[in-house]
């Protein structure tokens, strides 16, 4: 038997239950980043409402489905999103605060409470794509997103994943001010890289690493995309479509993940085409842990 003191100690013992009690991952996973602390570690054996919410709206102009409650399902120690073929009647969303239309299909988004809005640190998911042989367009997601403030500033650092590209991940920051319009977010860049890491329809750790200077994106451990403040500063001269220094987003956010279908007007440049979609269907989240960066400890956490 080991007797650990305080201080030291306790940090000891904290790291060798975290040691003792790692989630299925990849090979040489230690769950142990120097300057982060683990303060989220959800592996989704119950639907946790006080630190989740199910999304009720759509994603702009660009989904064919809204967001239903029973397109959220945890089962047997997964989370599951689900995209349903059926109809959804018109109605309000509290998401938008306003009127959504009809739509023909559901499809499934969750969101951390407002009690528990998060910042810098490092945010990790063991997910899974739906196979590639049934479905062909979806978008499938790990994200960070906020839209408020004076002036309200759009921060939304991302992992996407795309039926269309059953082989690669898109790592994307992306900024603007005053705007609900994605297109008018290219005045402060196009931050958006798609990356090859075949395949995406088994199962994969993505990570995102948030912190003042710089966003990194992790798959499996393996560094893929990493983008710091200098190279967004506009010095010497923008990138296009850039005509705005671009910042790291320093807003407290929300961390979000959905599953949508996109609409045929937009299938072919994003999500893919919806031909080989065969419903319901699936995105499969095994668990997701946020390690708090340790020189920016969120109060509410």
């Not at 945890?74 to 009127?99: F, Y």
């Not at 993940?257 to 999500?271: M, R, V």
């Amino acid at each position: 038997m080991m007797i650990l003191s305080s201080g030291v100690g306790d940090a000891l013992a904290q790291d060798l239950k975290s040691m003792h009690n790692l989630p299925t991952a990849y090979a040489g996973y230690t769950g142990n980043y120097s300057d982060f602390t683990l303060v989220l570690d959800e592996r989704f054996n119950v639907f946790d409402t006080q630190m989740w919410e199910i999304g009720d709206g759509a994603v702009g102009g660009e989904a064919a489905c809204r967001f239903q409650p029973q397109g959220v399902k945890v089962d047997n120690g997964l989370l599951n999103l689900i995209i349903r073929k059926e109809p959804i009647a018109p109605g309000w969303s509290n998401d938008h605060q306003m009127q959504k239309s009809a739509y023909e299909f559901s499809c499934g988004e969750l969101r951390t409470t407002e009690s528990k809005k998060i910042r810098y640190g490092r945010y990790e998911t063991r997910m899974k794509a739906p196979a590639r042989t049934v479905a062909s367009g979806y978008i499938s997601s790990l994200f960070t997103y906020t839209n408020e403030g004076e002036p309200r500033e759009w921060e939304e650092i991302d992992v996407e994943l795309e039926g269309g590209r059953p082989d690669k991940f898109q790592a994307n920051l992306i900024y603007g001010r005053n705007t609900w319009q994605w297109w008018a977010t290219r005045k402060w860049g196009a931050w958006e890289d798609k990356i090859n890491i075949a395949p995406v329809d088994e199962w994969r750790v993505y990570a995102i690493e948030w912190i003042p200077t710089e966003i990194n994106w992790y798959v499996d451990g393996v560094l893929t995309k990493s983008l710091k403040q200098e190279a967004l500063n506009c010095e010497p001269n923008c990138v296009p479509p850039q005509i705005h220094p671009t910042p790291i987003p320093n807003n407290l956010s929300q961390l979000m993940i959905n599953f949508w279908i996109p609409k045929d007007e937009i299938q072919n440049d994003f999500g893919g085409n919806k031909k080989r979609n065969v419903y319901p269907m699936y995105t499969q989240y095994d668990w997701i842990r946020f390690y708090e960066l340790d020189a920016e400890p969120l109060a509410q956490w």
